[in-house]
């Protein structure tokens, strides 16, 4: 055997070592990538709710992003909130603090503006509630009554000053 030769042979034994060693820094690379998943919380677990306000249900009526808007606590406060009815018949929902209650008929399928230019108007006088409080609404259909600890808001925000009372 020449001298070429035995420089361009390779034993089979070293072939295998590489191999091996090859799997194992793979194996351990795949494991190092993957294992921040077992000590890192996962925040897609945690879902919270991107508003302002507070969502809930009542049956087949979803409320969504409900906040009350008001200026002066010893005077009107007005509830912004879309109420989403996902049934098939219409809903009457009434809607109540300690100061008084409305009542807003939703048609089957259809969404309500409550406190929108567009929508109806539910206001509440002398509620007392302050601007940075929670104030407790009630949402009552004919067949179900959900209590909501909805935040109070002084209209400050650009999405609420034509809105505020």
Do not use: W
Request: charge should be negative; include cysteine.
């Amino acid at each position: 055997m020449t001298a070429v030769e035995r420089s361009t042979r390779r034993p089979t034994r070293h072939r295998a070592r590489r191999r091996a060693a090859a799997a194992i820094v793979g194996v351990a690379v795949l494991g190092l990538l993957t294992g921040c998943d077992l000590f890192a919380p996962q925040e897609t677990k945690n879902i919270t709710e991107a508003a302002d306000g507070v969502n809930g249900d009542i049956g087949a009526i979803f409320i969504g992003n409900a906040v009350l808007l008001t200026t002066d606590p010893a005077g009107t406060t007005s509830l912004v909130a879309t109420l989403v009815n996902q049934g098939e018949s219409n809903e009457n929902v009434r809607i109540s603090t300690d100061s008084g209650s409305e009542t807003v008929t939703v048609k089957p399928a259809e969404s309500v503006q409550v406190g929108t230019s567009d929508g109806q108007s539910v206001t509440f006088a002398g509620l007392g509630a302050k601007p940075g409080s929670l104030a407790f609404v009630t949402f009552q259909t004919s067949t179900e009554t959900e209590t909501l600890n909805v935040p109070v808001l002084d209209g400050s925000l650009p999405q609420y000053q034509d809105l505020a009372p």
